[in-house]
């Protein structure tokens, strides 16, 4: 069956840097659209970042724009998001999510069919 396992979250200050992965199987990752959603405390979970199959096309959350890159390795059916300058407001439990039907990129949370547990990043001031 299809498994997301993320990895890679942690505390970091304030204008530090993380990379969290995600590693899938059960699948043919090559075929999936990729995104990384985040909920913080006492609030929805939202969009953060979508790589297409290829990875030739991304889409950012305005709020992370410029400070996180989404990147996948086919190869190595594993998903990576790169944040840098990170802020106390990025404090959240961040998912991956595989959509199998997708074409391009997929913002909406309701087009992923699977979901990891989720990593915890922690940004301090």
């Known amino acids: 069956q299809v498994q997301l396992v993320e990895s890679g979250g942690g505390l970091v200050q304030a204008g530090g840097s993380l990379r969290l992965s995600c590693a899938a199987s059960?699948?043919?990752?090559?075929?999936?659209?990729m995104g990384w959603f985040r909920q913080a405390p006492g609030k929805e979970r939202e969009f953060v970042a979508t790589i297409s199959r290829s990875g030739s096309t991304t889409s950012y959350a305005d709020s992370v724009k410029g400070r996180f890159t989404i990147s996948r390795v086919n190869a190595k059916n594993t998903v990576y998001l790169q944040m840098n300058s990170l802020k106390p407001e990025d404090t959240a439990l961040y998912y991956c999510?595989?959509?199998?039907?997708?074409?391009?990129?997929?913002?909406?949370?309701?087009?992923?069919?699977?979901w990891g547990q989720g990593t915890q990043v922690t940004v301090s001031s």
């Open positions: 999510a595989a959509d199998e039907a997708g074409i391009g990129v997929r913002r909406a949370l309701g087009a992923y069919d699977y």
């Open positions: 059960g699948y043919d990752f090559s075929t999936y659209v």
